[in-house]
């Protein structure tokens, strides 16, 4: 332990050095990181795919669509803009200041670290560091060591297309985690769960550094009974077992529909499940598999519950062996159910009951704030309902997770399910200070501002406080005079 903290203190004393000399703040070496990130993405997508493989079984298609391809968009999307964000901001300049300037000039924090997760290894690595790199800052990435290969890669490519003297990759479990988060970070992103997430801003406090919290929680699926219903079950199980076999954060964690509409939405689920991943979905290649044991022993806990294990209604599959879970859905589980108070953040999929529709808000808003919240409905009433009565991270109706495509949406979470957010320039944003600056000329001294005080000066100074412009030009013209 001694030796690890030692030597990441060593790194980042090194860095600090390096950002202290401007390496980082030139847009040319910002857009240099950036175009080597891109070509990093582009190069090297072979090796990315069969880390993921490695990692999680993930699927080609699943791994450039949600991983490799984003990456590229992020990049490009940043390069597009980076003179724009860079751009210091003009602002109006107030009457009591006048003459002068002013100006909003983003500068980057300084040097931050970006710890990172599992289920999408090299987007959540890659893609916060675009916005950090954008920023002008030095960079420390923690891959998650739970994905050891794409860590690994990881590890080896970033020096081969970024400049390795302010970009640096410290691969490790706890021990080397746990010396990072004592050193003093001018930012930190974590993205995870609220567990770590706590741990994290417990030593950010210690230095009060301001941190970025992706974490997650229960994604509510609220499916009302005029929709497409063919499409929607595609939408959901894309969204649900498409996305690494829910091992995502803004994956849906459970569905709310009426008791009437619920063997229509169950029936058009199952043709869809068959469709998509066959007979035996154990066997299927477009499944993930299970990041570990420990999450697969996890998830099989949830199933055995005897408060849900016999509301299955379809799937249920499972291997050890192959750290397998066949997509499984459950129907009116109890709300007190641990299913229902933790995330699930696998292939399990619970269905809640109501009478109407409309219940749902009420119980959406009994549970702590989502990272995602989505609606299936033709119904522009019952829209507008939702998004102003659900408070989540993000909101999406007549879809799932795709939301997150959008570079000009911000990614992140509220309450338990996140703090701060990124995706194209709220990346940016996120890791710079918007720093105020005004400038002054000499001329149009206001005496009534400097002792001695006197009621001529105060009368003057109520005045264009109040925007009076007699009172503004009697300051200007250095009123009262002599006094």
Known sequence: MAAAAKSVEEEVAALRGRFAAGRTRGAEWRAAQLRGLLRMAAEAEAEVCRAL??????????????EIALVKSSCEFALK?????????????????????ARVTA????VVLVISAWNYPFLLSIDPIIGAIAAGNAVVLKPSEVAPATSSLLAELLPRYVDSTCIKVVEGGVTETTA????????????????????????????????????GGKCPVVVDSNVNLHVTAKRIAAGKWGCNNGQACISPDFIITTKSFAPKLLEALEKVLEKFYGKDPLRSSDLSRIVNSNHFNRL??????ESVSDKIVFGGQRSEHLLKIAPTIFMDVPLDSVIMKEEIFGPLLPIITVDKIHES?????????????????????LQEQYVAAISAGGMLVN??????????????GVGESGMGAYHGSFSFEAFSHKKAVLVRGFACEAAARYPPYSMAKLKILRGVLKGNLGAMIQ?????????
Do not use: C
């Not at 099989?300 to 519950?305: E, Q, W």
């Not at 879809?399 to 992140?412: E, I, K, R, S």
């Open 107 to 110: 500068e980057p924090l300084g």
């Open 53 to 66: 493989h490695a990692d999680l079984a993930k699927p080609s298609t699943e791994s450039y669509v949600h």
């Open 475 to 483: 300051a200007i013209l250095g009123f009262p005079r002599g006094k």
């Open 81 to 101: 803009n980076l003179k724009k964000w860079m751009k210091p901001q003009k602002v109006h300049a107030s009457l009591m200041t006048f003459p002068s300037t």
């Open 180 to 215: 990072l988060l004592e050193q003093k970070w001018d930012k930190i992103f974590y993205t995870g769960n609220g567990k770590i997430g706590r741990i994290v801003m417990a030593s950010a406090a210690k230095h009060l550094t301001p941190v970025v919290l992706e974490l």
């Open 399 to 412: 879809d799932t997770a795709v939301h997150l495509t959008n570079q000009y949406l911000p990614f992140g």
């Open 361 to 381: 808000l009420a119980l959406i808003n009994s549970m702590t704030k989502p990272l995602a919240a989505y609606l299936f409905t033709k119904d522009s009433k």
């Open 300 to 305: 099989k806990r949830l199933m055995d519950d």
